[in-house]
Structure formats: structure tokens, C-alpha cells
């Protein structure tokens, strides 16, 4: 194979899908509450919505979201569903390390949403996602971790790029060797992926300011 592989989109799918069994995300994270910083934070505890604003950094176990702004909304269930945006040149990033390893899953979209319940996340214009040197780009990229897979579109809101459009889903894999890892020399201890994992508390920051 290949050590360099380049994958376009299907013209019939619109889209690309893989499994990302090599890249789970710390399973322990699930159970760690969220630290959330931010120069001004907004909460309705009657909505059970909370905005933060200004350098925003999320901290749940080993996952790390850095954005502009960061809503988090509650169900009754006590699910939470946070929304991450940026500003132009600046977009909303994650990091989170992979179960079992030394190195880390890396994400990074214009917006970053992720559904705790569903155990989803979802990152939206001009999106890529790296695990190692496996890379994927695309206008949107959802994954789901119950399933390990990751769907890409070359258009927005998994969709199909419109004709003409230059927009593609694009692809770097490494190969594997035998035992389904890859080799010595290409691993890195960087990567990406998404989580922000439900939890009942929210820390609020030392220094908030009300909206």
C-alpha cells in the first residue's frame, strides 16, 4: 500500500466513512467533571443554559476544548450539549487523549458540537480530525463513539458539495503493520478527537463576570 493514500469523496455517497477503532477516546473521561474558564460567563438556571465567553477552555478529564464561546445546555436527564465557537482565523479546537496510549486525538471546525446523550460530536466548516499521521478533512465530520466511526462530507450539514464546487473530502492513512498498529517510525504523540462527555456538574470559573 501506498504509504501516502489520498481518498476524494465517492460522487454517489457524497461522503466518506471509516472506522476510527485505533483512536478511542479515554474512557474515563466519562466520568470526570467539567472545568470550564472564561472572562464572563451568562447562566439560566431555569432554561439550565450557561454561555461562556472569551478565551474559553473546557477541561473533562484528559479532553481539552479551547473557543471563543462555549454554550452548554441540560436536559431534564441531566445530558449535557455544548456548542464551541470561534472567531475568523481563531476556530474552537479539542485534544483528548486515546485509551491506553501516550498520544492524543486532535480536532478543529469553525463550530464544534457534541451531544453527550448520543454520544456524538460534530465539527462544521472546514473541518479535519487526526489521529497520529492519520488525517481526515471536510466541510463537516461527525463521529460517533459508540460505533468508532467518522462520516465526512465534502458540503455543510453532511451534505454533498454543490456541482462545481472545489470543496472534496480528503484523506491521509498510514499503513498498518500486522497487529493493526502502525509503525514505529510514524507514530506521533499528537492527534484529534471529539468527546465532552455528560456530566451533572459544570465548575463554574474562580473569576466570572455576569453578562
Known amino acids: 500500500m501506498n504509504p501516502l493514500l489520498r481518498i476524494a469523496a465517492i460522487a454517489c455517497l457524497g461522503g466518506l466513512i471509516f472506522s476510527a477503532s485505533s483512536a478511542r477516546a479515554e474512557k ?3 466520568d470526570k ?3 470550564i474558564e472564561a472572562d464572563r460567563v451568562s447562566v439560566d438556571d431555569v432554561k439550565k443554559v450557561q ?8 477541561v473533562k478529564g484528559t479532553l481539552i476544548i479551547r473557543a471563543e464561546r462555549i454554550v452548554v445546555t441540560q436536559d ?26 501516550d498520544d492524543f486525538i486532535e480536532g478543529e471546525g469553525e463550530r464544534i458540537e ?3 446523550k448520543a454520544e456524538k460530536t460534530e465539527f462544521f466548516n472546514h473541518a479535519w480530525v487526526k489521529s497520529g499521521l492519520d488525517e481526515v478533512r471536510g ?8 460505533t468508532e466511526n467518522y462520516f465526512v462530507t465534502s458540503g455543510p450539514n453532511g451534505g454533498r458539495a454543490k456541482p462545481g464546487s472545489t470543496d472534496r473530502v480528503r484523506a491521509i ?3 498498518k503493520n500486522k497487529d493493526g498498529a502502525a509503525p514505529a517510525a510514524t507514530r506521533s504523540a499528537s492527534a484529534i478527537t471529539p468527546a465532552l462527555q455528560g456530566t451533572p456538574d459544570i465548575a463554574i470559573p474562580r473569576q466570572e463576570k455576569s453578562k
Do not use: W
Not at 431534564?76 to 496510549?101: I, N
Open 173 to 175: 492513512i498510514q499503513p
Open 51 to 58: 454561555v461562556f465567553e472569551g478565551n474559553v477552555q473546557l
Open 114 to 116: 457534541h451531544d453527550a
Open 76 to 101: 431534564d436527564d441531566g445530558y449535557q450539549r455544548g456548542v464551541a465557537t470561534g472567531t475568523p482565523g481563531h476556530a474552537p479546537r479539542f485534544r483528548q487523549k486515546r485509551e491506553g496510549q
Open 28 to 30: 474515563a473521561d466519562r
Open 139 to 146: 466541510q463537516f465530520i461527525s463521529y460517533d463513539a459508540r
Open 33 to 35: 467533571p467539567v472545568n
